[in-house]
């Protein structure tokens, strides 16, 4: 039995919440010396990108501002740690691409 989509969008949602959680209140600073903040955050990052790669194609259609294939990208970039991890470009999604995405993602599931 295959899980239905909306799930996935909820684990999106979720994973974003967290990710600002345990970067809330820190400096870039604080949080790249804070290993379980890091660590942590990389990881619902990941779990994003995995969410969104089962998000049907017809679905994703309907939410053209969401960087669906940037999100999947990153996802593979920090699993398989190729040439390691940028942390001004983590950074600068933690605080800049998160917010943004959960405030789409809010949206659109209040249209279902």
């Known amino acids: 039995m ?7 969008l909820d684990d999106m949602l979720a994973c974003c919440r967290r ?3 345990f970067s809330d209140g820190l400096c ?12 942590a955050t990389v990881r619902n990052l990941e ?4 969410a969104a790669r ?5 679905v994703r259609g309907n939410m053209p501002d969401v960087p ?9 970039l920090l699993i398989h740690g190729y040439f390691g991890i940028n942390d001004d ?10 917010p943004t995405l959960s405030q ?9």
Do not use: C
Request: no cysteine; aromatic share 16%.
């Open 2 to 8: 295959s899980r239905d989509w909306r799930f996935y």
């Open 19 to 21: 990710v600002q959680l």
């Open 28 to 39: 870039k600073t604080d949080f790249l010396e804070n290993r379980m903040a890091y660590d």
């Open 47 to 50: 779990l994003i990108g995995e």
């Open 54 to 58: 089962n998000i049907p194609a017809e």
């Open 68 to 76: 669906w294939r940037e999100m999947v990208a990153f996802r593979n």
């Open 89 to 98: 470009i983590l950074w600068d999604v933690i605080k800049n691409e998160i």
């Open 104 to 112: 789409r993602l809010q949206a659109y599931g209040k249209t279902l």
